[in-house]
């Protein structure tokens, strides 16, 4: 199994079973749940990778990766999915700060992927009241029965790390966050992009293809490409 210390690094323990690079052909050991969803068991990212938890000590890796995309998505600074704040609409600044500001205090959370010593990308997740703000919400309320206990709301890799699988290594290590966080229901809303192409704005929430393979099964579709996926990290 692996693990984190107190750093936030990834450590290995003996027996851990490696994480299948997408394309591969492998996936994670998984088990029925109670309630016949998948039991995640945990994994490790692609070697050439490790992640952190974005806390304050790796918050200045985080802030270099977003400014090198100038704020990303226009300044979002990753708040997009958080409850609405002063700054949302008004300014990246204002945004960056907010952001920081629920960093220290631990009301903001990702998987940063690094790259030897550099942040290349991350997978955002929480618990429903720190990101409720997710894409076809009216959808997804009208069938919903119970909140999961975390969500995935949000990839980002760095323009010259894409499709090396940088986000794969990304959901592992926000596996592991969640898995060292006391684990639970874990949902996401990927997109299925099989058979076609599809811009890289639809996808900031990964792929369908790419969930399944670490464990999550679809419960229900919100989008005319978008899905609800489930899993349980013990």
Known sequence: MTGSDRTGHRTTVAGARPYAAPGSGGCDERDGG???????????????????????????DFARLVEA????????????????GPGWGTSAELNRAEKEARVRAGDAHAALVYDGATCVGWCQFGVPDELPRIKNRKAYEAGLDDLPDWRITCFFIDKRH????????????????IARLGGGTVESYPEDAEGRKVSASFLHNGTLAMFERAGFERTRRIGKSRWVVRTIVG
Do not use: N, Q
């Not at 704020?71 to 997009?80: H, Y």
């Open 69 to 84: 995309h100038d704020g990303v998505w226009g300044g979002c600074w990753c708040m997009g999915f958080h409850p609405a």
């Open 34 to 60: 109670d309630d016949g969803v998948p039991t995640h068991r945990r994994v490790t990212p692609v070697p050439d990778y490790t992640t952190k938890a974005l806390d304050a000590g790796t918050w200045p």
């Open 162 to 177: 894409r499709r090396r699988g940088v986000a794969a290594a990304g959901l592992a290590g926000a596996l592991e966050e």
